[in-house]
Nanobody, 123 residues
């Protein structure tokens, strides 16, 4: 089991950028897929991006392609989500999550979750 802690959220103007970090408690984090999900008020949690353990395979939901970049530094047990050209509709609580095996888009398959960090984009 991996404990995850997100950081880097806050208030940003539309068009701005934010980088979220996800610090993992275990060295075995390097064996895990890392995903980012978000949940806006009144909406269901949705998949944002995921990266495989080597960093060689990344996936994004269509609404963030070209704007967000997921990455990881296994030596630091940390994952990142760089969010550029932010829009008000990106406002949500962002969660990082981990799972073994291959990338899945459904949060149901992720076994470990952080507590989330709020990102608010003002227009």
């Amino acid at each position: 089991q991996v404990q995850l802690a997100e950081s880097g959220g806050g208030l940003v103007q539309a068009g701005g950028s934010v980088r979220l970090s996800c610090a993992a408690s275990e060295r075995t984090f390097s064996n895990y897929v890392m995903g980012w999900f978000r949940q806006a008020p009144g909406k269901e949690r949705e998949f944002v991006a995921a990266i495989n353990w080597r960093g060689s395979d990344t996936r994004y939901t269509d609404s963030v392609k070209g704007r967000f970049t997921i990455s990881r530094d296994n030596a630091k047990n940390t994952g990142y989500l760089l969010m550029n050209s932010l829009k008000p509709e990106d406002t949500a609580v962002y969660y990082c999550a981990a799972k073994k095996g291959v990338i899945y888009y459904s949060g149901t398959y992720y076994t470990d979750w952080g507590q989330g960090t709020q990102v608010t984009v003002s227009s």
